[in-house]
């Protein structure tokens, strides 16, 4: 689904480049996470996916075909939902379908589907302002579906968020993934988020990167919150913990 091929890219403003000669692999319709300290790359990973940053070197592919010769082929959910506080729920689900172009009739259609299936149809004509903090977050991830594409970059959805509510929402994201099939990368600070969600975990350790260590997380689907109390899960949680504090500089 998604390949990097011996990218290299640096920040202008850097001394030291961000990754080197970066090569690794993500699987159609697998549920990828990545992991490191503040700082490491995370999030320039998902930047060079949407072509906001020009790599300097090698190239990235999404099903064969390097990113500069496609469109619509990936879709990003931020930290904060960027919902635009004057248009309903419903207006801001469409906001991608206006943008490329769809009928409206179509519009309505997609919209009324996927807010059935978040459980938010009774919203439709409510305004951010009235919905809660995870509602909010399930609205973006609507918007972020009805982008058109297979490859989901969701950067921290869920970080500002309180612990319950950060729980519930990892267990529907989870629902979401394995009804719609989409290819979905997520970075998060929270390792045992990454293990509940992962089928792989790509950890970044070093600064310059050249490659990230991929871990594989011994869960079958559908997964539950007992399965975090496993003693082999436990052990992984602990050890993801080291080699992340091993990436920080204090």
């Not at 379908?97 to 059935?116: D, I, R, Y």
């Not at 579906?145 to 921290?156: H, I, N, P, R, S």
């Not at 990892?170 to 600070?189: G, M, P, V």
């Amino acid at each position: 689904m998604l390949q990097f091929e011996q990218v290299s890219f640096q920040y202008p403003q850097d001394d030291l480049p961000m990754m080197t000669n970066l090569s690794f692999d993500v699987e159609n319709g697998s549920f990828v996470s990545i992991i490191g300290a503040s700082g490491c790359g995370k999030s320039t990973v998902f930047r060079l996916i949407n072509g906001l940053e020009k790599l300097q070197t090698g190239q990235i592919k999404v099903n064969g075909t390097p990113i500069q010769q496609l469109k619509q082929y990936s879709a990003f959910m931020p930290q904060k939902d960027l919902l635009f506080p004057w248009r309903s729920i419903a207006q801001n689900i469409c906001l991608p379908m206006e943008l490329a172009g769809v009928p409206k009739t179509q519009q309505q259609q997609k919209c009324q589907e996927v807010l059935e299936q978040v459980g938010l149809l009774a919203y439709a004509n409510k305004y951010p302002k009235d919905l809660s903090g995870g509602m909010k977050q399930r609205v973006a991830f609507a918007r972020t579906l009805l982008a058109g594409a297979d490859l989901l970059l969701l950067d921290e959805p869920f970080s500002a968020l309180d612990y319950l509510t950060r729980v519930d929402m990892q267990e529907w994201l989870l629902q979401q993934w394995e009804h719609y099939q989409k290819t979905i990368l997520f970075i998060t600070h929270d390792v045992e988020e990454a293990i509940f969600l992962s089928k792989q975990i790509f950890v970044i350790q070093d600064r310059p990167f050249s490659q990230m260590e991929c871990v594989q997380v011994p869960l079958p689907y559908p997964r539950n919150r007992d399965d975090l109390k496993r003693a082999d899960i436990v052990e992984l949680k602990e050890m993801l913990i080291q080699k992340l504090r091993k990436g920080v500089t204090i």
